[in-house]
């Protein structure tokens, strides 16, 4: 039983290496670059956020890599289908994600008109084909033990160019400063001052846009 746990695991070391390279880049490095890039609209520190990320880092590897080790476990070729398609989806996802989303368009509220990004769609599309056509090239030729070595060595290299990019980010503005912390709560509410008092009215029933129709409407 033992030494069938220990050719699990072994057969499925190209699965760790992916595993580990989708939840660093996923929930690792990717939520840490939107921080970076703009610290300013979130009203959270790094240190409430890192914490986070490690431990969404930490289970979904742990989610991949369980997926992996059923598939195994289920029958062998199953597993090298999942490891094909993943090998794929990790260096489609590394490119797209770090040579191309520069002309995608921003996630703020606006109505995205996808016939405006008909090249960009090409161009992705065109990616996706040469990768695969690449790694049917590789499986043909060399066998799966060729993906298996292709699997650990990408990881790690996306991994260490991932890595050296973080080094920046400690220097980003404002990395290190604490936000401050702002809860709603019921305490003291019917409480006054001796000396000087003031209220305010938050209206909140509709949001800026109906509010500007409104206005738009009564000039």
Do not use: W
């Not at 072994?10 to 490095?29: D, N, P, Q, R």
């Not at 090239?137 to 890595?163: D, G, P, Q, R």
């Not at 509410?189 to 209206?203: G, H, M, P, Q, V």
Request: charged fraction near 20%; include cysteine.
């Amino acid at each position: 039983m033992k030494n069938k746990i220990k050719n699990i695991f072994k057969e499925t070391k190209a699965g760790l290496f992916i595993s580990l390279c989708f939840s660093f880049m996923l929930m690792m490095y990717e939520p840490l670059n939107i921080f970076v890039s703009n610290r300013s609209d979130f009203d959270f520190d790094i240190y409430f956020f890192f914490p986070l990320l490690l431990l969404q880092t930490i289970i979904f590897f742990l989610l991949i890599y369980i997926l992996f080790i059923i598939t195994r476990i289920i029958h062998k070729k199953i597993y090298e289908i999942f490891l094909v398609i993943s090998l794929i989806g990790l260096i489609y996802f590394y490119i797209q994600g770090n040579y191309l989303a520069g002309s995608l368009p921003g996630i703020d509220g606006d109505k995205i008109k996808l016939s405006n990004f008909l090249i960009e769609r090409i161009i992705s599309l065109t990616i996706l084909i040469i990768i695969v056509s690449l790694i049917i090239f590789v499986l043909k030729k060399y066998k799966f033990n060729m993906i298996e070595k292709v699997s650990k060595y990408s990881s790690l290299i996306i991994i260490a160019v991932l890595s050296i990019s973080m080094i920046s980010f400690p220097f980003s503005r404002n990395f290190f400063k604490r936000s401050l912390l702002y809860y709603s709560s019921s305490n003291y509410i019917n409480e006054k001052s001796c000396d000087n008092n003031f209220i305010i009215f938050l209206l909140d029933e509709i949001d800026s846009t109906k509010f500007n129709k409104k206005l738009d409407i009564f000039e």
